[in-house]
């Protein structure tokens, strides 16, 4: 009897623990806005720039480990 009962005070405890959580998200969709196009464009822009950047330098590690030590050879 004891078993259950301290698995139904876990199940209130999470449940309990779970509600602020999910205020707190409410209240920050409360606060957000869309972003204007300049906004949405900024961000785009640095986005495809850091994803160039992260394929520039995989594309450097892929020349020095594959391609260039067969000119080597």
């Known amino acids: 009897m004891s078993e259950t009962g301290n698995k139904t005070d876990k199940i209130k405890e999470s449940i309990n623990n779970i509600v602020p959580t999910i205020r ?8 957000a806005k869309k972003p204007s196009r300049e906004e949405f464009l900024t ?6 720039a850091g994803i160039l950047a ?20």
């Open 54 to 73: 992260i394929g520039i330098v995989g594309f450097i590690f892929y020349v020095l480990m594959d391609v260039f030590p067969q000119m080597i050879i």
């Open 24 to 31: 707190s998200y409410f209240r920050i969709l409360k606060l």
């Open 43 to 48: 961000i785009a822009k640095v986005a495809a």
